[in-house]
């Protein structure tokens, strides 16, 4: 049924490791403040209409998405990650009230944001 010894587990040795780093490697997301916008992978926001940005701990996330949460809102989410940063938005002409962004370091994407959008003033 199958070869002996090295042959037999080899290929369980290269092909399950390499899976998940190539999962892991699909599943980055991209979140930057650059040029005056946010960018969470394809989705842009420009900095004027950020209203406020509140980094979010792992229970401050689970409240803004949990029951009660906005089906409006934009929601980059990935359960691994605890932390994640609130953005509320400041455009009349968007129905979407708050981009919630999932981030191993919200205060400092919080921190750019609001700095992005005080030097965009």
Do not use: C, K, Y
Request: cysteine-free; hydrophobic content about 55%; aromatic content about 6%.
């Amino acid at each position: 049924m199958g070869a002996p010894g090295l042959r037999a587990w080899l290929p369980f040795a290269v092909l399950l490791p390499a899976t998940v780093a190539g999962l892991a490697w699909l599943s980055r997301i991209r979140v930057a403040v650059a040029d005056g916008e946010l960018r969470v992978d394809d989705a842009r926001l420009p900095v004027r209409f950020v209203a406020d940005a509140v980094a979010l701990d792992a229970e401050g996330r689970r409240e803004v998405l949990g029951v009660g949460a906005d089906p409006l809102a934009f929601v980059v989410q990935r359960p691994w990650i605890s932390g994640a940063v609130q953005v509320v938005l400041n455009d009349p002409a968007d129905p979407t009230p708050f981009w919630v962004v999932s981030t191993r370091h919200p205060v400092e994407l919080a921190e750019a944001l609001l700095a992005a959008r005080d030097a965009a003033r």
